[in-house]
């Protein structure tokens, strides 16, 4: 597939979840840096860091993108011709998006363990690691049962409704304003996560403060299952997640809101979950307090932040 189009099927959501999207990513890379014919590094370098970008622009949140574009990007550093720089990229990209699919199912060994049989699950949106954990927990013979949101406007909750059914799991869909009547029956919260902050902030999307907040009255656990390209590098350098604000044809029909011009229609796709309110963040490595969210950054990510002195020119050896 041409850079483009992923580019394009990232940016209408054809391709999405913040895993999908990283491996969309890499491979998209990938295949571009297989197609150039460049005899220069000067040119390659110049076309491959364009088509980062071009990625990179499609959807600002799930940090999942920029990490796989940078871990992609950061492999040919040292390459002196363009053949070694995409045999490079090459085997990063591969190496990326195997190791990508290898979390998820850690992940769902790992998350299966917080999950006991009789469980009734509440989930939210559609998420790869949530579901590793649910699955898991189902094909050890572990009898639950699981609540899943609806997902206004995009209706991702198909997704997962489709996923648990074909699996066997007894499944309740709900509207998502229902979350606190059906919170006092789930004996446990499991979503994914598009971004991780420095201070164990949950970045997911929208309507999962709320749940997060409505499992935290109730006593009820909430666990966050993310792989460790989902904790944000730069968070340590105080830079913010930016939240997605998408159409709001997605929310109302464009024509009744031509009839409505004193009404706005927001329309943010993600929310931050504070860390006070996340039990545990289940990730590849291990499942972690949010607070340990800035070990996971400089053990895994530490890689983002040099990036980041090297782009300003701060030399990190001097640095006391
Ligand atoms: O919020 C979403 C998807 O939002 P959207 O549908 O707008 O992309 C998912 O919960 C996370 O991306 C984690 O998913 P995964 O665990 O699959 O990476």
């Known amino acids: ?70 871990y992609v990007m ?58 590793a954990c649910i699955l ?19 209706n991702q909750g198909l997704l997962t409704i489709r996923t648990l059914n074909d699996a066997g799991i007894r499944t309740e869909y709900i509207v998502d304003s229902a979350v606190r009547t059906f919170i006092n029956d789930a004996d446990l919260v499991i979503t994914g996560s598009d971004a991780i902050t420095v201070n164990g902030a949950v970045v997911n999307k929208i309507g999962t403060s709320q749940i997060a907040l409505a499992a935290h009255e109730a006593r009820t656990n909430m ?10 590098p730069r968070t340590i350098l105080g830079e913010r997640i930016a939240i997605e604000e998408r159409g709001a044809e997605e929310v109302l029909d464009p024509a009744i809101a031509a009839g409505l011009p004193n009404v706005t229609v927001r329309n943010p796709a993600f929310d931050v979950t504070p860390a006070s309110y996340v039990d545990l963040i289940v990730t590849e490595m291990g ?21 980041f002195h090297k782009a300003f020119e701060i030399d990190s050896s001097t640095q006391e």
């Not at 591969?94 to 006991?116: K, N, P, Q, T, Y």
């Not at 666990?223 to 944000?232: G, R, S, W």
């Open 136 to 154: 898991t927990a189902h094909r050890q013979g572990k009898e639950i049962e699981v609540v899943a949101t609806e997902v206004r406007p995009r």
């Open 287 to 307: 499942a972690i307090p949010p607070v340990m969210a800035c070990i996971i950054i400089r053990d895994h990510l530490g890689w983002g932040i040099e990036e």
């Open 74 to 131: 950061r492999s040919f550093a040292e390459a002196s011709t363009p053949e070694e720089a995409k045999a490079a990229i090459r085997s990063a990209a591969d190496s990326f998006i195997l190791s990508s699919h290898h979390a998820v199912e850690w992940i769902g060994e790992i998350g299966a363990r917080h999950i006991s049989d009789g469980d009734r699950i509440l989930t939210h949106c559609n998420s790869e690691a949530a579901l």
């Open 223 to 232: 666990i966050v299952a993310a792989e460790t390209y989902k904790f944000a």
């Open 1 to 70: 597939m041409l850079l483009n189009d992923t580019a394009d099927q990232i940016r209408s959501m054809e391709i999405r979840g913040a895993g999908r999207i990283a491996r969309a990513a890499a491979g998209a890379l990938r295949d571009y840096a297989a197609g150039r014919e460049d005899q220069e590094m000067s040119a390659f370098r110049r076309a491959m860091r364009e088509a980062a970008a071009v990625l990179l622009e499609t959807r600002p949140t799930a940090v999942s993108l920029p990490n796989a574009v940078q």
